[in-house]
């Protein structure tokens, strides 16, 4: 059982990324899926929620307007698509599973994936 979060990578401010989330050895399309976020030094925090209804939820100001959460239960993945990237977007990026609705706390959420690194720089 696993959730693995890849697609980071190091990007020019301005320039945009797709991350996936992709689950093995359980199906998705059951669970709420969220994304957090890690920069160094700083505390974890939610960014983007989708549930099994396709209902999103944003949960930074910064970010609200620039990135777009989707789900393809037919490949059993999660996309978090973000465009016009700043430094301060620069972090760990990882995703989890809860079932339910969003939630913007870790806590809620029972299984995590590790992270990929997304480093916006010039």
């Known amino acids: 059982v696993q959730l693995q979060a890849s697609g980071g990578g190091l990007v020019r401010p301005g320039g945009s990324l797709r991350l996936s989330c992709a689950a093995s050895g359980f199906t998705l399309d059951v669970y709420t899926i969220g994304w957090f976020r890690q920069a160094p030094g700083k505390e974890r925090e939610a960014v983007s929620c989708?549930?099994?209804?396709?209902?999103?939820?944003y949960y930074v100001d910064s970010t609200e307007d620039r990135i777009t959460i989707t789900r393809d239960n037919a490949k059993n993945t999660v996309y978090l698509q973000f465009a016009s990237l700043r430094p301060e977007d620069t972090a760990v990026y990882s995703c989890?599973?809860?079932?339910?609705?969003?939630?913007?706390?870790?806590?809620?959420?029972?299984?995590w994936g590790q992270g990929t690194q997304v480093t916006v720089s010039s």
């Open positions: 989708i549930t099994t209804e396709f209902l999103r939820s």
């Open positions: 989890a599973k809860m079932s339910g609705s969003c939630s913007w706390r870790a806590i809620d959420y029972d299984f």
